[in-house]
């Protein structure tokens, strides 16, 4: 059984797609905890109707980065991890407390690494006149967003599209590929091999969300 400790700013939808993967999928594994740095994290209500322990470590009460980060492992390992899951968690982290979760600290980013780290991605693709766009689960390392890749997900860039329209297409991706990834760890199949993800037995490690899918899916009844 790998214990899961999952860390929101927000919303907390991928931790809620994880959740229930988890308890569906009947993972080895259980969610530990649900860490926000925001008080307001919406996500915080669902983890606790769910059973889940939750905490905040807000980082406007830390003088510095490194003073918060060390608050936070403190709060994280009292939960004795196997895997730290960022979810829309949206503070840069120090290179100490990366080090410390090396190998076991996941990430899901909102653009086809390496292209757009950072913030405002679906913008950034828009500006840059992308025609596919996507997410992007890696490892987290101390350089921010460039971590090995795990799994991607692609979209198409539509005529008309503006960010908010990306965002909603590109969230229903992660929602699929996130918990497919963090399965992965939980069942030991990711191995790190010189800055490079290897899945194994192997299954294809991308998700491409195309009109003829969507289609598809609103035919079924499960379209939004
Ligand atoms: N930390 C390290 N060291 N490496 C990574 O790869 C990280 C990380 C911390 C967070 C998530 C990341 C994303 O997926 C992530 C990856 C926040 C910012 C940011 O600039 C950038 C990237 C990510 C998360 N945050 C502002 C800050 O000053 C605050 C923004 C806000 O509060 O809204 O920390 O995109
Ligand atoms: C997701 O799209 C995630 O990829 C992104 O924020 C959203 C969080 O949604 N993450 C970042 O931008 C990290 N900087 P959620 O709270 O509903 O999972």
Known sequence: MKNLVILISG???????IVRACAHEAWPARIAAVIANRP?????AFAASHGI???VVDHRQYPD???FDAALAQTIDGYAPDLVVLAGFMRVLTEGFVTHYSGRML???PSLLPSFPGLKTHQQALDAGCRVHGATVHFVTPTLDHGPIVAQSGIPVRAGDDAAALAARVLKTEHVIYPRAVRWFVEGRLALDGGRVTLSPPEPQWLFLDDVNEAQAHNAGEGA
């Open 11 to 17: 919303r907390g939808s991928n931790m809620e797609a």
């Open 40 to 44: 307001d994290a919406a996500g915080l």
């Open 53 to 55: 322990a939750t905490a």
């Open 65 to 67: 980065r490194a003073a």
């Open 107 to 109: 990430n899901i980013h």
